[in-house]
């Protein structure tokens, strides 16, 4: 069974400060989403990760994928409270089965 | 374009009752799919769909039907609902077949049933 992990499930972070979620998945995928939802919201795409070693920025978030070690990270640089806001990271199982991780609500604090 | 569109924004049930949630998408999206959120679950893939005529089981499909006539409708039934099919429903839809894109989403249905 494929199972995705977030840590932290919450996060709350000065302004300015720089910090790393991660996404650990339990079987193989060379894929991986990044989503943002803001509170009551729907769900926003940041970012498609497709292969090993992929890396892609975002303004003050950039996203690695290291498929041998079935890890993503979600880097913030100097982060501002625009930013606050539940991130989910998603791989697919088998072609077109989406499995997300529960989520992890950053808040970031002037 | 109006994107992923779904209707009702919120609805209420009694156990028992029947529904359909709508949603349609205008960009001519092969993939289409329906998710449940729960507090502190994430999203869970209910059904999905890669086109036309063909649908197929996520996670968490018991409850739920669906069918898709045309590319850019794609319904999903509760059949007599339950109280544990409270939740907020997201569709979402992607361009073609294959899960190398990102997908789009629509703006959820709360439902509660009673």
């Known amino acids: 069974e494929l199972k995705v992990e977030q840590n932290p499930l919450f996060l709350s972070m000065q302004e300015g400060k720089n910090y790393t979620i991660y996404c650990n998945y339990s079987?193989?995928?060379?894929?991986l989403y990044w989503y943002r939802q803001d509170p009551g919201k729907s769900l926003e795409s940041l970012f498609v990760l497709l292969s090993n070693g992929a890396v892609k920025q975002e303004g003050r978030l950039m996203a690695s994928l290291d498929t041998k070690a079935r890890l993503s990270t979600l880097h913030i640089t100097a982060a501002v409270h625009d930013l606050s806001a539940t991130y989910f990271c998603a791989v697919v199982r088998g072609t077109y089965k989406y499995i997300f991780g529960t989520g992890t609500r950053l808040k970031v604090l002037a | 374009n109006a994107g992923v569109t779904q209707t009702p924004k919120f609805q209420v049930l009694k156990t028992g009752q029947s529904m359909t949630l709508q949603c349609a998408q205008d960009m001519n999206h092969e993939y289409m799919s329906w998710y449940r959120q729960d507090p502190g679950m994430g999203l869970r893939l209910i059904h999905y769909?890669?086109?036309?005529?063909?649908?197929d089981q996520g996670e968490v499909p018991n409850g739920y039907n669906v069918s898709r006539s045309t590319t850019e409708d794609f319904p999903l039934r509760l059949l007599s609902a339950a109280p544990s099919q409270t939740s907020v429903y997201f569709c979402?839809?992607?361009?073609?077949?294959?899960?190398?894109?990102?997908?789009?989403f629509g703006p959820g249905t709360r439902l509660t049933v009673l």
């Open positions: 769909s890669v086109g036309a005529g063909i649908t």
């Open positions: 979402a839809s992607s361009f073609g077949q294959a899960s190398y894109n990102e997908q789009f």
């Open positions: 079987t193989t995928s060379d894929r």
